[in-house]
């Protein structure tokens, strides 16, 4: 039997790193909707409506994109004037890729963000990619897609609590993981009720002067999203 083997240049597209996270829409912490959304408006991990505002679906399949565009803010680590393209699996229609507001392959430049969009009414597509690269950058699956997400995002359901004992101050700092940028944080409820809670790069710092022997925080979202 004649084994063939493809050699895959990264240079040239092959095994090219994916800039994007959520490249299926199958992430989605916050539980955020789709159907009809306003400009900027978040449906899904990574995912949300472009400026003209987006009808859209997250079909076991992929995206079904009805009208309007969705994009992803990628932050942007490149020198500038690198090649970049877009590439994704089409199912049906003709959605096409902007990148930075030009087409699916552009150079990139010295903005904080690539605008990485898709356009197209009445078109489903899924595996999206966004690459450093030559040529048509090859979409991989990643063994575990949540985990670049919570560099934007990171929902904690329930109660995140700390036994500190029975002191005159206490200082809690959770370390979360390396955010995009510092998140902002929300929370259903704390105790003690004078507490002040504060975010980091990292994560976020609970101080309080309180004689307390807990402390904790409920229903944490820290939102690091452009």
């Known amino acids: 039997m004649t084994v063939t083997y493809q050699v895959l240049n990264v240079a040239n597209g092959g095994g090219s790193e994916n800039l994007l996270i959520n490249p299926r829409g199958k992430i989605n912490q916050a539980n955020e909707s789709d159907g009809v959304l306003s400009a900027g408006q978040y449906f899904c991990d990574g995912w949300k409506a472009g400026a003209a505002g987006a009808e859209v679906y997250r079909d076991a399949d992929g995206f079904r994109l009805i009208s309007g565009s969705i994009l992803q803010l990628v932050p942007n680590n490149l020198d500038a004037g690198r090649p970049i393209k877009g590439n994704l699996d089409v199912i049906s229609g003709t959605p096409v890729v902007r990148i930075n507001g030009g087409t699916g392959s552009e150079s990139s430049n010295a903005q904080t963000y690539i ?36 560099q934007f995002l990171w929902v904690y359901g329930g109660r995140l609590h700390r036994y500190i004992g029975v002191v005159a101050q206490c200082f809690w700092d959770e370390i979360v993981c390396d955010f995009h940028k510092v998140p902002a944080i929300t929370y259903s409820a704390k105790s003690p009720d004078t507490a002040t809670v504060v975010t980091w790069a990292k994560g976020f710092h609970i101080n309080t002067n309180a004689n307390t022997a807990a402390v904790w925080l409920d229903n944490i979202t820290l939102d690091a999203r452009p």
């Open 115 to 150: 605008t990485f969009e898709v356009v197209g009414n009445n078109s489903k597509f899924t595996r999206l990619i966004l690459a450093e690269s030559e040529d048509l950058p090859i979409y991989q699956q990643s063994s575990d897609e949540l985990m670049p997400c919570k």
